[in-house]
Every structure is written in C-alpha cells, then in structure tokens.
C-alpha cells in the first residue's frame, strides 16, 4: 500500500529525472508545466518557484499547500 510521503517520493523522482533529461529552456519549461499540472510539482504563489513535493517550504518561506505529499 502507498503512503503519501512515498508516492511524494515517487513523483518527485520522476518529475527529477524529466527534468533532468531536458536539453533545451523550452523543453524544460514544458516539462516543468506538464509536471505542476499533475501534481508532480507545486508553485510558490508569491515568488512563483517551482518546487519538487517533497520540498516542506519555499526559499520565500512559503510552506507547501496543504494536501500536496
């Protein structure tokens, strides 16, 4: 059975190694759409920084939306 840290965990690696693997700005920025839109990913709404589920806060400070990991 997956627990939620796990399928965070999960996620998170597989948005890395997509992004990872991109070879352009373009590519990545696509990539890192496609990944926000699926829940692979959140965004800090003041700074607007992308930020892997199993990151807790944003840089800013900003904490991770509830319900996300």
Aim: proline fraction near 4%; include cysteine; charge should be positive.
């Amino acid at each position: 059975m997956s627990t939620p840290l796990l399928e965070a965990e999960t996620r998170t690696a597989a948005a890395a190694v997509l992004l990872a693997e991109a070879a352009t700005a373009h590519e990545r920025a696509a990539l890192t759409r496609v990944c926000l839109r699926a829940g692979f990913l959140w965004r800090c709404h003041p700074c607007k920084e992308s930020h892997y589920l199993t990151t807790e806060a944003c840089g800013c400070g900003v904490k991770r939306p509830e319900g996300l990991a």
